[in-house]
């Protein structure tokens, strides 16, 4: 039973499952958190009497945030099937899943960023503020740099998530780790490559966990001394 | 090291030049909240502050003095009224003018409000940034802030690094930092311990004597106004009740809510257990307790063996306590006479001779 794990064959999809599962988180990360950052902003600093006062438009944002974050992921998935295939060309494949793992990670990242930048302590915008500083210098020199430390444990938190979500990709052809183990390890009855699977994806959740807290650490001026 | 860009006022001519800060007749109000009515803040607000001198508010919390304060550099808008700054009458600019202005006026905050991730250094070097100055000069500004404030060797380290006292003269250099006119000063020293006040009070005071920088500082503490204001006001319930100097205050208190203040740092009543034991009839009495009162130029004499050689007195010292305030002695003694009604009424009578406040409290057994 143990060889059959490390055939040739099933180590070669194992790579390739890893490699997708990364391919597909770090894109999705990446431009979920381009759409998610500015909008976790606008929702931090948008209610009555804040910075970019607009309570209409937080409200109206604070929906759409709020449903696409209802929509369970697997029903995300095959509901926006058209979208995905207007803006990936193909709704099967890899790069095609990106599209919906793009579109469950903004909103939660919207949401991680907007909760960080809430963290900060009002008086350092009041401070700011004081000094003559405008609503968009406060976020660039204050809000942001302060909130740091947290943003980048947010930032882990929605990896770890994404990392969770790709795994039901399979369902369009997405390919990636928890693909694999439903394929082969439940579909054919290979529970020695489940194993591995669950493995590799333990060992990977626990890496981008621990670099995330390494990293917030090390920009938290706070608490090291 | 160029931090006297404004001119130092002769200080005979601060009482005519036109005020640094004034506030006339500010109302604020904030709008209803669901389920209450306007809340009203402020009323009734005239104030003025010297160019190069300091004018402490006192009250207690939820008195306005924290509305009051931010109406000077505009975070604040008041209802009604003026608020003018240096000429600039702030309460009427929009808010990019506003935000121009600020910039020469300085702030220091009861926490601090410095950056956790910013070291002191970049700490000061904020509102200069803010400010567009080039880095090459913020480099050259910052270093004599530093100086200033004792913190030279402290300027590569974290908030976290450094003590309360350290953090607020952070603060100082910082609301310095772009030379402004008036320094805010929002219960800077109400984190601090006793000890570390002094020491930012005194760097207050120097930098207002150095800088020429006209300060106001709001304070619920006696002793912080004791220290440093030249002239106090006392705001109670959203209205400003007293407005006098710090020495006719503290020795002549009119209003209640004054007197509590006074009271709290002087410490002028009788002890507890004497007090239960004052009667008001001299019958039967051993003692007469008198309270002699001295402020200013009258401390300086020797009125109390005066007093006993002319009355041929002997006088003993039930309580007392001699003070200095804005660099005035000031004290208050209760004395113990014969409950002799004829000495009583000489004692009193040479008393203010010699310029002293006398009051007989009773007298005990």
Same mark, same amino acid.
């Given at each position: 039973?143990?060889?059959?794990?490390?055939?040739?064959?099933?180590?070669?999809? *194992?790579?390739?499952?890893?490699?997708?599962?990364?391919?597909?988180? %770090?894109?999705? &990360?990446?431009?979920?958190? *381009?759409? %998610?950052?500015?909008?976790?902003?606008?929702?931090?600093?948008?209610?009555? &009497?804040?910075?970019?006062? @607009?309570?209409?438009?937080?409200?109206?944002?604070?929906?759409?945030?709020?449903?696409?974050?209802?929509?369970?992921?697997?029903?995300?998935?095959?509901?926006?099937?058209?979208?995905?295939? *207007?803006? @990936?060309?193909?709704?099967? &494949?890899?790069?095609?899943?990106?599209?919906?793992?793009?579109?469950?990670?903004?909103?939660?990242?919207?949401?991680?960023?907007?909760?960080?930048?809430? &963290?900060?302590?009002? %008086?350092?915008?009041?401070? @700011?503020?004081?000094?003559? @500083?405008?609503?968009?210098?406060?976020?660039?020199?204050?809000?942001?740099?302060?909130?740091?430390?947290?943003?980048?444990?947010?930032?882990t938190l929605t990896v770890v998530s994404l990392i969770g979500y790709s795994a039901m990709v399979g369902a369009v052809g997405g390919g990636g780790l928890g693909d694999l183990g439903i394929r082969f390890g439940y579909q054919r009855f290979m529970p020695d490559v489940m194993l591995v699977v669950v493995l590799v994806l333990i060992v990977l959740v626990q890496g981008v966990q621990s670099l995330g807290d390494f990293l917030a650490r090390r920009l938290d001026k706070r608490a090291r001394f | 090291m160029n931090l006297h860009l404004h001119p130092i006022p002769a200080p005979t001519a601060a009482d005519n030049a036109p005020p640094l800060i004034a506030l006339r007749d500010v109302e604020k109000t904030y709008p209803a909240r669901s389920g209450g009515g306007a809340v009203s803040a402020l009323e009734a607000i005239t104030l003025e502050v010297p160019k190069g001198s300091i004018l402490g508010v006192i009250g207690r919390s939820g008195a306005g003095k924290s509305t009051l304060i931010r109406l000077v550099n505009g975070l604040e808008r008041p209802s009604r009224g003026q608020v003018v700054v240096d000429g600039v009458e702030i309460s009427a600019l929009p808010e990019h003018a506003l935000r121009e202005q600020r910039r020469s006026i300085g702030m220091i905050f009861q926490h601090f409000n410095l950056l956790a991730r910013r070291t002191a250094y970049d700490n000061i070097a904020l509102p200069l940034e803010i400010a567009g100055v080039p880095s090459s000069e913020i480099k050259s500004r910052i270093t004599p802030l530093l100086e200033l404030v004792g913190l030279a060797d402290k300027a590569r380290r974290y908030p976290a690094e450094l003590s309360g006292g350290q953090k607020q003269r952070v603060g100082i250099a910082r609301a310095l930092a772009t030379n402004p006119k008036v320094l805010l000063s929002d219960e800077a020293t109400s984190a601090l311990d006793p000890e570390t006040t002094e020491q930012i009070l005194a760097l207050l005071?120097?930098?207002?004597?150095?800088?020429?920088?006209?300060?106001?500082?709001?304070?619920?503490?006696?002793?912080?106004?004791?220290?440093?204001?030249? /002239?106090?006001?006392?705001?109670? =319930?959203? /209205?400003?009740?007293?407005?006098? $100097?710090?020495?006719?205050?503290?020795?002549?208190?009119?209003?209640? $809510?004054?007197?509590?203040?006074?009271?709290?740092?002087?410490?002028?009543?009788?002890?507890?257990?004497?007090?239960?034991?004052?009667?008001?009839?001299?019958?039967?009495?051993?003692?007469?307790?008198? /309270?002699?009162?001295? $402020?200013?130029?009258?401390?300086?004499?020797?009125?109390?063996?005066?007093?006993?050689?002319?009355?041929?007195?002997?006088? =003993?010292?039930?309580?007392a306590k001699v003070d200095h305030i804005a660099g005035q002695p000031y004290g208050t003694l209760i004395v113990g006479v014969p409950a002799v009604p004829t000495q009583v009424a000489a004692l009193s009578e040479a008393a203010q001779k010699l310029g002293l406040d006398v009051e007989v409290l009773g007298y005990v057994a």
């Open positions: 039973m143990w060889p059959e794990v490390f055939s040739p064959q099933i180590l070669k999809l *194992l790579v390739s499952s890893i490699g997708q599962t990364l391919y597909m988180v %770090g894109v999705a &990360g990446l431009i979920g958190t *381009l759409i %998610g950052l500015p909008l976790g902003v606008f929702l931090a600093t948008s209610r009555r &009497g804040e910075l970019f006062a @607009a309570p209409a438009i937080n409200n109206a944002i604070g929906l759409v945030v709020n449903a696409a974050r209802s929509t369970p992921f697997i029903i995300l998935v095959v509901a926006i099937v058209p979208l995905t295939r *207007l803006i @990936a060309g193909t709704s099967i &494949g890899t790069s095609a899943a990106i599209v919906p793992l793009t579109i469950a990670a903004a909103p939660f990242i919207a949401r991680v960023i907007e909760a960080a930048i809430r &963290g900060v302590d009002q %008086g350092l915008i009041e401070a @700011a503020r004081a000094m003559g @500083a405008t609503p968009l210098q406060i976020v660039q020199k204050v809000l942001l740099p302060e909130a740091l430390p947290a943003i980048v444990s947010a930032l | 005071r120097r930098i207002n004597a150095e800088l020429s920088l006209t300060v106001l500082l709001i304070t619920h503490e006696m002793s912080v106004i004791k220290s440093v204001a030249d /002239r106090v006001a006392v705001i109670d =319930g959203g /209205r400003i009740v007293e407005e006098r $100097t710090t020495f006719d205050l503290f020795t002549r208190p009119q209003h209640a $809510t004054t007197r509590n203040f006074v009271a709290s740092i002087t410490g002028t009543d009788l002890p507890a257990h004497l007090a239960g034991k004052l009667a008001s009839d001299p019958a039967g009495a051993s003692q007469a307790l008198v /309270r002699l009162t001295f $402020t200013g130029g009258d401390a300086a004499q020797p009125f109390l063996s005066v007093l006993t050689r002319q009355l041929n007195l002997d006088l =003993g010292i039930i309580q």
